[in-house]
C-alpha cells in the first residue's frame, strides 16, 4: 500500500467512525487511577476503570514494587526461558496456584497474551473451539490464531451448546474439543453457567477453558468464578489477570502441572517476549496476599455495587441483567450514547460509552464500574448527576 492508498484509506475511515459515533478519544489522567481522578484540571467520579478493589494505589503494593524495583531493577532483562525467571517470578506463579486450588500456574504479560498463548499452545487446525458468541475479543484472536474450526454458540444457551457440542463430537472430523467461556461477561456483567458448560464438557469429553479476567477478585470470595461453582478440578484452563482486580499488570493461566509445562515450552508469548517487570511482579504477589488475609475489600467492593444498582434502577436506567458490580446503563443509539457520556463528563461523572464493535450495534451502553474504594457520598453524588442528565437527554 502506497503513502497515498494510505492516507485515503485513514481520512476515509477515520472521519466514517466520527460521523457514525463509533470514534473512541482517549482522555489522559492527570492523577492515579482512583475513585476520584483528574482530567484536564477537572477532578470526576471514576466509574470507567476495572481497579475493583481499589488496590492499583494501595500503598502496601507501592511498598514492595519500590523494594522489588530497588533490588532486581526496572526490567527483567530477557525472556522467561533463557535468564529472565527471576526468583519473585516463580513465588508469584506459586501463589497463583495456591489462590487459584490448580497444580500450577504460569505468568504472562497481560490477560490478552494469555489468551493468544494459550489457546494455539494446544488446539490446532485438526481442532474445533466451541465459543460463547459474547466472549471477550482477546478470546476470539486467540481462536483464531490456533487456526482450529470456531463454532460460536449463542451466550449462555445450553441448549445450543449442547447440539454444537455432541453434533462436532460425533462428526469426528476434530482431534480435540474445547469450550471456551468468559466467567463473567464484561459488557453485561453476566456469570457463565459453569455447571451447565462442565456437566455437557464432561459428556462429550470436552476440554473447558475460562477466562476469568472480571471474575477473580469480584467471584468466589476473591479466588474467581470458578471457585464460586466450586469447579477447581473440573476446569482445565483458568485464565486469569493481574490488571483489573489485582491492580497491576499481566495475565496467567492456572491448571494441571502438565499444562503449565507445556506452556512454558510452546506458548510463543512466553518464548519470546520479555518477562514481566519485577516491580509489577511483586505488587501482584502482594496484592494476592491481601485478598487471601481478608475479604474486606470484596465485600466493600459488593456493598457499593449494590448500591450504586439499586439507585440507578430506581431512577428508571435499563442496567441490564448484571449478576456482578460492573453496572451497564443500556442507552441504544450509539451517537446518543456518546452524547450522554459527554453530558456526564460535563457534569462530573466519567464513564465512557461503549458502542459497536465492542458491543452488538442498537446495545450501546454506559459501562459502570463501582470500586470498593468509592464512597457512598461519590456514589450518591453520581446517582444525582445520572437524574440530572437522563431527565435533561429525555433517557428517564
Not at 476440554?207 to 477478585?217: F, K, L, P, R
Request: charged residues 25%; proline residues 3%.
Amino acid at each position: 500500500m502506497s503513502s497515498k492508498q494510505l492516507e485515503a484509506f485513514l481520512n476515509e475511515n477515520l472521519e466514517d467512525l466520527k460521523t457514525r459515533g463509533l470514534y473512541n478519544v482517549i482522555d489522559p489522567l492527570e492523577s492515579p487511577n482512583g475513585p476520584m481522578i483528574t482530567i484536564e484540571g477537572k477532578e470526576l467520579i471514576n466509574l470507567s476503570s476495572n481497579n475493583y478493589l481499589g488496590l492499583a494505589t494501595d500503598s502496601r503494593l507501592k511498598k514492595v514494587a519500590t523494594e522489588a524495583l530497588e533490588k532486581y531493577g526496572a526490567g527483567a532483562g530477557a525472556v522467561r526461558t533463557i535468564n529472565g525467571t527471576l526468583k519473585v517470578h516463580i513465588e508469584l506463579e506459586e501463589k497463583i496456584a495456591e489462590f487459584k486450588q490448580t497444580e500450577a500456574a504460569i505468568a504472562y504479560q497481560s490477560g490478552f497474551m494469555c489468551n493468544m498463548a494459550a489457546i494455539s499452545a494446544v488446539m490446532d487446525k485438526n481442532d474445533a473451539i466451541l465459543s460463547d458468541e459474547l466472549n471477550h475479543a482477546s478470546i476470539i484472536d486467540g481462536c483464531r490464531l490456533s487456526r482450529a474450526k470456531i463454532i460460536r454458540y449463542n451466550h449462555s444457551d445450553m441448549e445450543d451448546l449442547r447440539a454444537k457440542a455432541k453434533e462436532a463430537k460425533e462428526s469426528g472430523q476434530y482431534n480435540k474439543l474445547m469450550i471456551i467461556t468468559d466467567g463473567v461477561f464484561s459488557m453485561d456483567g453476566d456469570v457463565a453457567l459453569l455447571p451447565e458448560i462442565v456437566e455437557i464438557a464432561e459428556e462429550f469429553d470436552i476440554m473447558t477453558y475460562v477466562d476469568d479476567a472480571h471474575g477473580s477478585g469480584v467471584l468466589g470470595k476473591g479466588a474467581g468464578t470458578v471457585k464460586h461453582f466450586g469447579l477447581q478440578d473440573k476446569v482445565d484452563f483458568q485464565i486469569g489477570t493481574l490488571s483489573k482486580a489485582i491492580g497491576v499488570v499481566g495475565g496467567y493461566v492456572a491448571g494441571k502441572k502438565n499444562l503449565i509445562d507445556w506452556l512454558k515450552v510452546r506458548s510463543r508469548p512466553f518464548l519470546f517476549s520479555t518477562s514481566l517487570t519485577p516491580a509489577d511482579v511483586a505488587a501482584s504477589k502482594r496484592a494476592i496476599e491481601i485478598l487471601q488475609e481478608s475479604t474486606e475489600l470484596h465485600d466493600k467492593l459488593w456493598e457499593n455495587g449494590d448500591y450504586l444498582k439499586k439507585g440507578l434502577k430506581s431512577l428508571g436506567f435499563n442496567i441490564g441483567n448484571s449478576e456482578t458490580p460492573i453496572t451497564p446503563c443500556i442507552i441504544g443509539d450509539e451517537a446518543l450514547t456518546q452524547q450522554f457520556s459527554k453530558r456526564l463528563y460535563e457534569e462530573g461523572v466519567y464513564a465512557k460509552s461503549i458502542v459497536f464493535p465492542t458491543v452488538p450495534r442498537g446495545t450501546g451502553r454506559v459501562r459502570n464500574m463501582p470500586t470498593a474504594a468509592h464512597s457512598k457520598e461519590m456514589l450518591d453524588h453520581a446517582i444525582a448527576i445520572y437524574e440530572k442528565v437522563g431527565k435533561e437527554m429525555g433517557i428517564i
